[in-house]
């Protein structure tokens, strides 16, 4: 049976996680009464929002994804919205917006897409917080990779320390969770996108190439 790895900040059921991330969580001050909303890309992005008061919950909150506004409203946000999946769906939701408030966007130290500068080309005012930094995690680099290996990918970060250490095989299978973290792989690497922006579907499509690899077997 072919092993699945997750290579992300953090574990799923039933597959092997390979602990690929740490984050370091950063307390820029923030006024929040300036602001008419907040957009978050990720899970950290909400998690780092535990170290200010609460004030941030009465805020409109457009999440990147399903599982980001699931968490948003888990952590105690009201007003939330929810993108496509990825960073460049984020100005068309800003769209239906008026455009005379202002927004903060809790990023990460890196950034990997240019939908800040899409929007407010678009007359939307953006500020911007990085409240999170992304560093790859030495410890998880004592793990062993089987040459016919499943990869899950949940960021491009990920890809980038996995890169530091270890080698794509022709043998390894790759999925990834939505086209910007694609777009981090080498042109060389063929990968599948997984239906939705959330780890359950990426399991769920590592599953299938498994059982189809079982399948074709002839053993």
């Known amino acids: 049976m072919r092993p699945i790895y997750l290579i992300s900040k953090t574990p799923y059921p039933g597959v092997i996680h390979i602990p690929i991330l740490s984050i370091t969580f950063l307390t820029p001050s923030i006024d929040f009464s300036e602001y ?3 957009i978050v890309t990720s899970k950290q992005g909400i ?9 941030w919950e009465r805020l409109q909150c457009i999440a990147v994804s399903e599982p980001t506004a699931r968490f948003a409203k888990e952590s105690g946000a009201i007003h939330v919205e929810t993108a496509e999946g990825y960073g460049e769906s984020i100005p068309k939701v800003l769209s239906a917006k008026q455009r005379n ?20 080309l678009k007359g939307f005012r953006i500020d911007e917080a990085v409240v ?5 995690n030495e410890n998880a680099f004592m793990d062993t990779i089987e040459p016919d290996g499943v990869l899950i990918f949940t960021s491009p970060s990920s890809i980038r320390c996995f890169m530091e250490k270890y080698t794509f095989q022709p043998t390894h299978s790759v999925i990834v969770i939505g086209k910007t973290t694609q777009s981090a792989l080498p042109e060389s690497i063929e990968s599948y996108v997984s239906p939705d922006t959330s780890v359950a579907s990426a399991v769920k499509s590592a599953c299938k190439i498994v059982q ?7 053993f």
Request: proline share 7%.
């Open 212 to 218: 189809e690899s079982k399948n074709s077997s002839p």
């Open 47 to 55: 998690s780092a929002l535990q170290n200010y008061t609460p004030e």
């Open 101 to 120: 408030g202002k927004w903060l966007y809790l990023r990460p130290e890196v950034v990997a897409s240019s939908w800040v500068e899409h929007a407010r």
């Open 36 to 38: 008419e909303g907040i």
């Open 132 to 136: 999170y930094a992304t560093h790859c």
